[in-house]
């Protein structure tokens, strides 16, 4: 994955098939975020995004759908207690401060 800022990141697929699924986050107000999702194919086959959209949508809906039960009870956690997978949040963390102003960040 490769982010661009605080509301930007593209998610690099190979498996099944070669991808990039583009994420847009922007803040709404203090309680919401919009995400919008896009999807990019290396090759242009005729009727290949037909396909796509039929297959892949429902699982990425399931997938923000189980993702917004976190997202709707997330609580900000100075010391947050990790387990092996989660990576290096507080670099990412310090690292996400920068598109914040001093009052909000």
């Known amino acids: 994955n ?13 498996e099944p098939i070669e991808l990039a699924v ?28 037909q396909l796509l959209t039929r297959l892949f949508a429902p699982i990425v809906a399931a997938d923000v759908r189980a993702d917004s039960r976190i997202w709707d009870h997330k609580v900000h956690l ?13 670099r990412f963390r ?5 598109f914040y102003s001093e009052a909000t960040g």
Do not use: C, N
Request: glycine residues 10%; without cysteine; aromatic residues 10%.
């Open 2 to 14: 490769s982010m661009y800022g605080a509301g930007f990141t593209v998610i690099h697929v190979v």
């Open 78 to 90: 100075t010391r947050p207690m990790l387990v092996p997978g989660d990576g290096p949040i507080m």
């Open 94 to 98: 310090r690292w996400h401060k920068q």
């Open 22 to 49: 583009i994420v847009f986050k922007t803040p709404i107000d203090d309680e919401r975020v919009q995400h919008r999702y896009g999807v990019v194919a290396p090759r242009r086959v005729r009727g290949f995004d």
